[in-house]
């Protein structure tokens, strides 16, 4: 694996790179989405946060690294590991990152029957795929959009159970996949499938940078990395050893930190603004905006948490409306300015 660009020397994009350090902090919020043009940094950025993650305590010889605390005697095959041994051997491994090419097959994804000792052995055995890798780390797919119909129904059944199900070619066969879902693509190749795009916790857009001094600072320092890169890391070690402080303590911090009623009333009244589809909407807004206070060392979800995080936790959920030609984002502005103005003034 080579040298990941430094999270901290990447330019601009700040709603992008805040977005992955929320679903780092905690998980459960499903993922993010990036649309935006082709070269604004979007895998060098998910990269570039695994890397700033602490190494994960896997079992030993496991294929889908388990945690060891998972109360699991045992596990699915090949994994030959008694995980009920008192004396179950561990290691430290880079949290993952898995990218699921657009042409890969069902089999590559999913894993499928090991052809090689069938053959030789006549042993049916099981390969695992992309999403054993992913596990416990984070699944990078660009260009979502156009992903095929039938790997997007399988993703979704994936993304809800945290388990991936193998039912073929005389195996059966369920292991663990909880990853963080990061997904890139250009609206203007292709929509996104509402189902899917649902199951993403944030939405974030990027473009191209339109300043010349920022430009022009994004390639010199692209530039730098590429002629040295283990001095551009050492450069930005500093900076980054603080990104890397700061998630760490917000992982913690994030259990204590208390959601008002006030909160969650104004995240209620902001998604029926919007006429949002469910209640996944508050649901993310409230874990997004804990997330965000814990990053700010903060005890307490204030109305600016909220209001920082709603365009990323709701452009995504809206429904089209034919009469109003504003684009998700302006729609999102507009009502957070009618709700969160309002609570504010109720407030005082």
């Known amino acids: 694996m080579g040298v990941a660009f430094p999270f901290s020397a990447i330019v601009g994009q700040e709603e992008m790179k805040r977005a992955l350090l929320i679903a780092a902090v905690d998980p459960s919020i499903g993922g993010v989405m990036v649309f935006g043009d082709r070269g604004t940094g979007k895998s060098t950025a998910v ?12 079992v030993e010889g496991c294929p889908y690294h388990r945690d060891p605390a998972d109360k699991v005697k045992t596990c699915a095959p090949p994994c030959t590991v008694d995980h009920a041994d008192p004396a179950l051997r561990t290691h430290r491994i880079p949290v993952p990152v898995v990218d699921l090419p657009l042409g890969a097959t ?13 053959l030789a052995h006549g042993e049916k055995a099981f390969e695992p795929g992309l999403l054993a890798r992913a596990n416990r780390g984070f699944l990078y797919i660009d260009e979502v959009n156009l992903l095929e119909d039938h790997l997007v129904d399988l993703l979704l059944d994936v993304a809800a159970s945290g388990e991936n199900v193998i039912e073929r070619e005389g195996l059966s ?8 879902l990061v ?12 189902q899917l795009l649902d199951r993403f916790g944030l939405s974030v857009e990027v473009s191209t940078p339109t300043d010349l001094d920022v430009r022009i600072q994004v390639v010199r320092r ?11 890391v050492a450069e930005w070690a500093a900076a980054d050893t603080e ?9 913690q911090r994030l259990p204590q930190v208390e959601v008002p009623e006030q909160a969650l009333e104004t995240a209620s009244r902001l998604c029926m603004a919007l006429g949002t589809d469910g209640l996944r909407g508050e649901l993310t807004l409230m874990r997004a905006a804990r997330a965000v206070a814990a990053l700010d060392g903060a005890e307490v979800v204030s109305q600016a948490h909220m209001r920082g995080v709603a365009p990323s936790a709701l452009r995504h959920r809206l429904r089209r409306d034919p009469l109003d030609e504003s684009g998700s984002t ?3 502005a507009r009502a957070i300015e009618e709700v969160f103005g309002g609570a504010e003034v109720a407030a005082q």
């Open 183 to 194: 997904g890139s693509g250009n609206p203007e190749e292709g929509e996104l499938r509402p």
């Open 173 to 180: 066969v369920r292991h663990p996949a909880r990853f963080v």
């Open 330 to 332: 302006a729609r999102v």
């Open 243 to 251: 990104v890397r402080d700061t998630l760490s303590a917000a992982k």
């Open 106 to 118: 069902e089999d590559r994804v999913v894993g499928a029957l090991d052809l090689e000792r069938a």
């Open 47 to 58: 990269r570039a946060l695994a890397a700033l993650l602490p190494e994960m305590v896997a």
């Open 222 to 232: 692209r530039d730098a990395f590429e002629r040295d890169p283990e001095g551009f």
